[in-house]
């Protein structure tokens, strides 16, 4: 989601990290004349280091890290940090998410899992309404709630990630944030309206209420907005640790609201209670794990191992592409196959992927060739299958085709909301970061920790609502829910050559599969391959599609038995599909960054040395 903050030249007013929380006056005032807003320029080509996130306060923050020296992790925290300010509706320490790095020395790509994890009393039916006896309803019960929110692992993966590759501490990484929130960004259209589309959600929680609706109404467009409360919670972050989020206040006030959210009197909301616990925050860790890897095509492709689906999907869907050579075939015929290896990865998402702590996904099967050479076979490149498609078989393959399987799948009932962030960061020795951070729906759980400035995350409402023992992505005590979060880097001959990410929910997975179809199949720029409409195949019976792609191939793929329908539901009016960021890497040191140039208002690259 898009909120165009401006940058100052005022230096930080010491005084004002530790401000009493914003007044009816500081958010909604008019802005100073030294207030300058930042371009966005969609794509950046030089040296010396890069960087592409969807605000300008955000990549600004991460290229001052690089100029003064600071490697790619400084500057991924740097810039997530202030996305935490900037976009505090799509992300904050308040959520979690999925880091991946590359070390150029080493060659090595590493991932650190983040993702928000159910409290460990939370019951296996605790989105059924006790009153009644059914599930709540998504909206409004679920996604403004306590039951909702996930233990946040945000502040921790910037905790790992620095200790395990960043130059900077943690005070230093969090400067140009704390920096944003004191002296305030300019509110554009894209933040008011996001405001207004949650007051009522925002009304329902009195610090919610004061921090977001001054005076009753979102802040004006044009005005500032501030944030001393979390400049505050970053400078306590920065000089105390971790600690000073998982354990002692803090932690105590989060469990008080998740348990007893502070509601007002007048909201009509039901806001059911939650589970967390302060044992949760205190024994939350982030996980150390290997990424997941396929070849295609003569590059290696890494992505982030369950938890996230997002590495698994990908790289079957890339598998099964493999099996057919798209050089000679038309673009609607690439696409077609695009459709359809998209929708039979889906199938075996819904199947067998989920928290691997808890049930047992057979990952290296999901990812074989073999494996996706017998899921290649369901392709008819004359005609689409009738979807939903079925799971593929994990305990009986042979990589040979046999006889056509009716269809009959069953349809994955994704609720994870668009509302994410992305970011790319790339520096002068060459290593790379790809991370996606969230708080789940736009606004999150619409709860604010009182006196901290920050939004409470609700993504446990990616787990089935309904328990089932045999659905891999059922609510258990301590379990990660499933994510589609899908940062990629990706290799050639044992070196960087692309790293791509993007928001959007379950359409995260086909946003990134389609940039690297686009890229390497379709031959297109890495420009070109993030500004081309795009559609989501995710085993729907009809493909979400931006209207441009209906437009553009629309008829060509409905006469293969392909439906569509525009893009655009009820969390967003906007008819587009994700907000990507990509780095590209050339020859002689050369980086093409590149973010989009309209999605969601557009994006901000920037290169240490411009071309």
Known sequence: MRITPVFATTALVAGLLAAAPPTLAQNGADPGP????????????????????????????????????????????????????????????????????????????????????????????????????????????????????????????????????????????????????????????????????????????????????????????????????????????GQRGIKTFYRGPLAKLMVDIVRKPRTTKGTDLPVPRGYLSRSDLRDYKVLNQAPTKISYRGYDVYGMAPSSSGGSTIGEALNILERTDLTAKSTEQVLHHYLEAGALAFADRGKYVGDPRFVEVPLPTLLSDKYAAERACAIDPTKAAVKPVPAGNTAAYDGVCSPARAAGGTLDADTENISTTNLTVADKWGNVVEYTLTIEQTGGSGMVVP??????????????????????????????????????????????????????????????????????????????????PRTSPRNTASVTSEPDFITSYGAALTALGHKFVPAGDAFTSAAEIGAATAIEFGANGQMIAVSEPVRRGGGAARVVKPR
Request: charged letters at 20%.
């Open 451 to 532: 006196g901290y400035g920050f939004l409470l995350n609700n993504e446990l409402t990616d787990f089935s609502t309904v328990y089932d023992s045999a659905d891999p992505n059922r609510i258990q005590p301590g379990k990660r829910p499933r994510s589609s979060m899908s940062p990629t880097i990706v290799l050639k001959d044992g070196k960087a050559w692309l790293a791509l990410g993007s928001p959007g929910g379950s359409t995260i997975i086909t946003t990134v599969l389609q940039m690297l179809v686009n890229r390497i199949d379709l031959g297109m720029t890495v420009q070109q391959a993030i500004a081309a």
């Open 34 to 237: 030294a207030t300058r807003p930042k371009a966005k320029i969609p794509t950046a080509i030089g040296s010396g280091g890069a960087v592409s996130t969807v605000d300008p306060e955000a990549s600004a923050a991460a290229l001052k890290v690089l100029r003064k020296g600071g490697n790619a992790t400084d500057a991924a925290v740097a810039a997530a940090a202030t996305l935490g300010v900037t976009e505090p509706y799509s992300a904050g320490i308040g959520g979690g998410g999925y880091f991946v790095h590359f070390d150029a020395k080493t060659g090595k790509v590493s991932t650190i899992d983040g993702r928000e994890s159910a409290p460990k009393k939370m019951p296996n039916d605790a989105f059924i309404d006790p009153a009644t006896g059914k599930p709540y309803n998504f909206t409004p019960e679920l996604v403004t709630s306590g039951v909702s929110v996930g233990t946040p692992g945000t502040a921790a993966t910037w905790d790992r990630a620095l200790k395990k590759w960043g130059t900077l501490s943690m005070a230093d990484a969090l400067k140009p944030a704390i920096k944003v929130a004191t002296r305030g960004f300019v509110v554009d259209d894209t933040f008011r309206q996001q405001t207004l589309d949650n007051a009522t959600r925002f009304r329902a929680y009195r610090a919610s209420k004061r921090l977001f609706l001054p005076k009753g109404d979102a802040p004006k467009v044009g005005s500032i907005f501030r944030n001393p409360e979390l400049a505050t919670t970053y400078t306590d972050l």
